[in-house]
């Protein structure tokens, strides 16, 4: 058989090169030129379509059975997938160095292998003795759990038909090569190229495909954008390393929402599903301190309570200094600035620091006003009364505004035992009438209902 011809074509604007150049000559662009396979000769088609003879169909006419999900046994990671795996879909996991994907995907093939299915563990990165020592930690893996340690595609796709598993893991794609490609395994032409194969394969024998990304500093997953198109399913598995706290979000899903999130906790034996986050960073005060304050954050569709912390202390020269760890510092700056021009407060000679608890990432507005309060808490050296949860998003002008989900943020501090709620002003009926809730319209209101001055 003749070797199939690669071309490099150009993404910029489809310039066709019979060999590698840094500057596309037609358009001009840089590093745009990515190797394929020339189908012309023979290569491996990227199109995976449907096969000529079908005829258009009405809506109508179309019968679905619904396809039984397979459920993973990773009651977290089920509610992330919309209910458990589809057959025949393609799911890709991205995710930071060592934060647990190999981990949590090995969890759920020992689990799903445990149901009696039979799956297909490939490992591009660890040996198959190191595959079996992390096993080992994470729990009992039956007899239906194959592990495969190759990174030549064709030989895994050989493999698959030949075991015919119900789940094939890919860990990770950019240890995944086609030989026929000239290029080393991670580069773009190799990750797009392996994972339309592994695309075809899925559609063709109907196994479902969990692929595992590695993520790049700029926190996309490596290789193209087009990767994240082809697959059915992605998701992005967070967390600091230094905490055990992970977060598994969805990012696109074809069956189901991406609203929902998944928490875990990483200890000696594997993840630990959090079932119930909401109270997962509170901790006990002896006392209440100055510059702490808790708020209700929402991770997916489900309440978090986080505690924010503030320090203010005179700049000892010049410029003040001011960080932000679990909290956007552009934010930080924001609120600082309106706290100086709206309410009067000399923080122009301040250093200030603000720190989420717990290694928690808020990204949601609704914290603001409790870092507001954080800060002015610690600059004033008062503490807010314990058992106040304060909740708002802070507009330019002072203004306190709404925030989603106000019902449902404070039904979850209720059962952790709290009983003042500084909000913003809501419509939510169900809201009407219950005690301890103070609503707001401005900053200066909630601080004044907060001290009671
Ligand atoms: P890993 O799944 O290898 O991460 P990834 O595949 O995303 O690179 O997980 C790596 C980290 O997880 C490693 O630093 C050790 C830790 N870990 C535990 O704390 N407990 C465990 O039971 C296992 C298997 C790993
Ligand atoms: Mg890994």
């Avoid at 449907?50 to 999900?69: E, F, H, N, Y």
């Avoid at 490992?123 to 340690?149: F, H, M, N």
């Avoid at 960080?323 to 301040?350: P, W």
Wanted: charged share 20%.
């Amino acid at each position: 058989m003749a070797r199939p011809k690669v071309l490099y074509v150009c993404q910029s604007c489809g310039y066709q090169a019979s060999a590698w150049l840094g500057r596309c000559p037609e358009c001009g662009e840089w590093n745009t030129l990515v190797e394929e396979l020339d189908k012309k000769t023979g290569g491996a088609t990227r199109q995976v379509g449907l096969s000529s003879g079908v005829a258009p169909r009405t809506m109508a006419a179309i019968d679905v059975q619904k396809s039984p999900r397979m459920a993973t046994g990773i009651g977290e990671l089920d509610r992330v997938l919309g209910g458990g795996l589809v057959p025949g879909s393609l799911v890709l996991v991205g995710g930071d160095p060592g934060v647990g994907k190999s981990t949590l995907v090995l969890d759920a093939a020992m689990r799903i292998s445990n149901s009696g299915r039979t799956v297909l563990y490939v490992s591009g990165e660890e040996s198959a003795e190191q595959t079996k020592l992390r096993a080992l930690r994470i729990g009992e893996a039956g007899d239906k759990l194959y592990v495969l340690t190759e990174t030549n595609l064709e030989v895994i796709v050989r493999a698959v038909e030949k075991l015919n598993p119900a789940i094939v893991i890919i860990d990770s794609i950019q240890t995944m090569h086609n030989p026929e490609l000239p290029t080393a395994a991670g580069s773009v032409g190799q990750v797009r190229e392996c994972t339309a194969r592994l695309l075809r394969m899925a559609k063709e024998s109907g196994p479902s495909v969990i692929i595992i990304g590695h993520v790049t500093k700029e926190g996309a997953i490596a290789g193209p954008r087009l990767l994240e198109h082809m697959v059915d399913v992605v998701l992005h598995f967070e967390g600091d390393r230094s905490y055990s706290f992970r977060v598994l979000r969805a990012v696109k899903n074809r069956f189901g929402s991406t609203s929902e999130s998944g928490i875990f906790s990483m200890e000696e034996n594997g993840l630990t599903q959090v079932a119930n986050p909401a109270g997962l960073f509170l901790e006990e005060h002896k006392a209440a301190v100055p510059g702490a304050v808790v708020t209700a954050c929402l991770e997916g569709t489900r309440p978090i309570l986080v505690e924010i912390q503030a320090l203010v202390a005179a700049t000892p020269f010049g410029m003040p200094r001011r960080t932000a760890v679990g909290f956007d510092y552009n934010r930080v700056t924001m609120l600082l600035a309106i706290l100086e021009k709206r309410l009067g407060f000399a923080l122009g000679n301040q250093d200030a620091y603000v720190n989420v608890v717990g290694g928690m990432k808020v990204t949601e507005p609704a914290a603001d006003l409790a870092v507001v309060t954080a800060i002015v808490s610690s600059f004033r050296d008062q503490a807010v009364p314990p058992k106040t949860l304060v909740l708002g998003e802070v507009g330019l002008t002072g203004e306190v505004r709404r925030v989603g989900s106000l019902a449902r943020r404070i039904k979850e501090a209720r059962t952790l035992g709290f009983t003042r709620f500084i909000v913003p002003h809501s419509r939510e009926a169900e809201l009407a009438g219950q005690a301890g809730i103070v609503a707001v319209y401005s900053v200066s209101e909630a601080l004044a209902a907060i001290w009671q001055s």
